[in-house]
């Protein structure tokens, strides 16, 4: 118990590792092998290390296991599947389906350095303004950075050809997948707001978050 207790946050990027194994067998048996593919899947892997590690350094913050969770389905989403295993590609909805659990992940990141801050009491109305200007911008920073490979790599991560083929204008997918960010931290707000209200953080608190609506 006291092993599983101290090496908790490790379980993520052990299942994480599993999940990569698997992904770059099923990839190198459908696509020719790229380098940048391969990448991707080590890097998805590495990110769900970043948490663990910053636990054991930090002797004041620790972060809950269950942010972990989130960043790495994210990274399953995105990177192993979406990418990886060409989902992207067989499925035109899996991008804003990405896109909009990036904007809920985020918006649960958000309360969480909301209450590190100690600004998770302020007004809902302001706290809700604040929670979706962080959302948006970081949903700004993912669409700056399909931007940057696709001018410095030849991807097509903007869907900008698919666009114009569709008859759409060229920025029509970078505009949705922000609006689909957007609604995804609608959907958080959602959950949020009952449990601020009428079970003072419930679940949040029991997910290792340390929220009090008082």
Known sequence: MNFLKKYKDFITPALMFVVSIIVFIVYINIKVFEVAILMQIILSFLGTLIIPIFNIFSKKVKIPLFLNILITLNLILAMDLGSALRFYDLFLIWDKVCHMYFGFEVAIIFTYIAQLLKIDKINIVGYSV???????????????GE????????????????????????????????????????????????????????????????????
Not at 130 to 144: H, N, P
Not at 198 to 214: D, M, S
């Open 147 to 214: 931007f940057f490979m696709d001018s410095n790599f030849g991807t097509e991560f903007q869907n900008i050809i698919r666009s114009q083929e569709l008859g759409r204008l060229p920025q029509s997918d970078t505009l949705w997948d922000i609006i689909v960010a957007a609604i995804g931290d609608l959907i958080y707000l959602a959950i949020y707001l009952p449990e601020r209200y009428a079970t003072n953080f419930k679940i949040h608190n029991a997910l290792g978050f340390q929220l009090n609506k008082a």
């Open 130 to 144: 604040i929670m979706m200007t962080f959302v948006l911008g970081c949903a700004a920073v993912w669409e700056m």
